[in-house]
């Protein structure tokens, strides 16, 4: 990469982050919740993770792999097999289990709930990235279509589910809970990593056949999860300025993190925003079109 394409992503970056941080005007404090509440909200989180990368990687979900723990809820809406390397398919296909057994862990230690109703086709994809980029990709992004475009659309996923947990653990009551979601949190920063780390292999790939970079694509999705969340920054693609670069000495941003190389939490309202996709944690929508389950999403239910 050219100096001149350097100090013009740099330039980019700064004028997306700075105008993230005009957007920070919604509720963004702590809200009271019981530690089964908190701990159920994540399975929200965690069904949407099992069903896309059980789905892509082996074409089946939940209801055939674990169906008991479904618990009767809709199957997702238009999940499919994607066209994945050998060792990339490896990769998800292990996360995809792990999944269950975040589902499994949770609902043993505090019960749970009915899956919800999720929309992981093609279609809600590609309207997440139009938004992204701010105009309509053609064709319109695929995420099942190719290796890299798996990889982009779960970027999406873990990371919201990361910085949920460490939102959250501060706020646990009980040593169980508390143990119970740093270990969920351990595994999910590990995903998180993973992927990010497959996608910086690529940083200055243009993905076919858009003529953007894989870098490109990630620092629109990091600003479109700010701009929905309106907490602020707590989110950033792989390629940074220095300034926000681990001790301003580098733009490689593998991991996301603030300025001591701590990472970012978001509360439930930010999280709803996101994957609702409506910057409203009133507005279902997005991911999960006729809301998220639980007490704590359900409160957040226009009457």
Not at 61 to 77: H, K
């Amino acid at each position: 990469m050219g100096n001149s394409y350097s100090f013009f992503f740099a330039l980019v970056c700064l004028v997306v982050l700075a105008s993230t941080l005009a957007l920070a005007s919604a509720y963004c404090g702590p809200i009271k919740a019981d530690d089964r509440d908190r701990l159920q909200f994540a399975l929200n989180l965690e069904f949407f993770e099992a069903e896309f990368f059980l789905f892509g990687a082996l074409g089946l979900g939940l209801d055939a792999l674990a169906p008991a723990l479904a618990g009767g809820g809709p199957p997702p809406i238009g999940a499919q097999k994607a066209k994945l390397d050998l060792v990339s398919r490896q990769i998800i296909e292990e996360f995809g289990y792990e999944e269950i057994g975040h589902l499994r862990a949770i609902i043993t230690t505090v019960g749970g709930f009915p899956r919800p109703q999720y929309d992981l086709s093609p279609q809600n994809f590609a309207r997440v990235f139009d938004r992204a980029l701010g105009y309509k990709l053609v064709p319109p992004f695929n995420p099942y279509l190719s290796t890299v475009n798996y990889l982009l659309a779960s970027y999406v996923i873990p990371y919201v589910g990361l910085v949920g947990y460490v939102g959250t653990i501060p706020d646990l009551a009980n040593y169980p809970t508390k143990k119970l979601a740093a270990s969920l949190l351990g595994v999910e920063a590990g995903q998180d990593a993973v992927i990010r780390a497959l996608l910086y292999g690529r940083a200055y790939e243009k993905v076919h056949p858009y003529n953007i970079t894989v870098a490109e694509f990630t620092n629109s999705i990091s600003y479109l999860r700010n701009e929905l969340a309106m907490c602020g920054i707590k989110d950033e693609g792989l390629i940074v300025p220095l300034q926000l670069g681990a001790e301003q000495k580098t733009e490689t941003n593998v991991l996301s993190a603030d300025a001591n190389s701590l990472s970012y939490a978001r509360t439930p309202p930010e999280i709803l925003r996101i994957i609702y996709g409506t910057g409203s944690e009133y507005e279902p929508g997005g991911f999960l079109p006729k809301g998220a389950n639980g007490r704590i999403a359900k409160s957040f239910y226009k009457v």
